[in-house]
């Protein structure tokens, strides 16, 4: 038959719980804060080539490639959230469409002890900046698969994205 704990047992259990709890929130709180990266993944992967396989004739001047980058964020349960970097090129020779390149490229981010003036800039540069070298590898060989040459996007400025971005929000602002 087990013994029942005394009042004093039970006090001394809950204060050596209660000590063990607050030494490993200060034990996360020094480590600081702390981004995971959880699962990158495909979203959505398109490669058109229309006029192929005219377009892939040699000695055609080369096309003029235009490339966009977008950044999507939905925040999910907990401090979870993932973020899709969007990049988009397009190849035009002549006024003609060479080919179309598009990717979305999402990874699932955790955040721990990241206040709320941290958690924009980590979404918004860090995140992406993670993302892009892998986004840039499949852009390199859908496109080389397609029978050009691959694109190697150069990275881009994430932090002067957001600034822009922010900039851009300060304005919409209504003034009071």
Do not use: H, W
């Amino acid at each position: 038959m087990a013994k029942k704990p005394t009042k004093k047992e039970l006090a001394a259990q809950e204060a050596a719980a209660k000590a063990e709890a607050e030494a490993q929130a200060q034990q996360q709180a020094a480590q600081g804060p702390m981004l995971s990266v959880l699962a990158q993944y495909t979203k959505d992967q398109s490669f058109e080539n229309p006029n192929a396989p005219d377009s892939l004739r040699s000695g055609l001047e080369a096309p003029a490639i235009n490339i966009g980058i977008e950044i999507g964020r939905q925040m999910l349960e907990g401090d979870n959230v993932e973020v899709t970097l969007m990049l988009k090129a397009e190849a035009k020779r002549d006024n003609q469409v060479a080919f179309i390149a598009e990717l979305e490229y999402a990874g699932l981010f955790a955040f721990q002890g990241v206040s709320v003036e941290e958690i924009q800039p980590l979404i918004l540069i860090e995140c992406p900046r993670l993302l892009f070298p892998f986004a840039r590898q499949i852009m390199a060989d859908m496109t080389q698969n397609g029978g050009y040459p691959p694109i190697m996007l150069e990275p881009p400025d994430f932090a002067a994205m957001f600034r822009d971005e922010m900039m851009r929000r300060a304005a919409e602002q209504p003034t009071n």
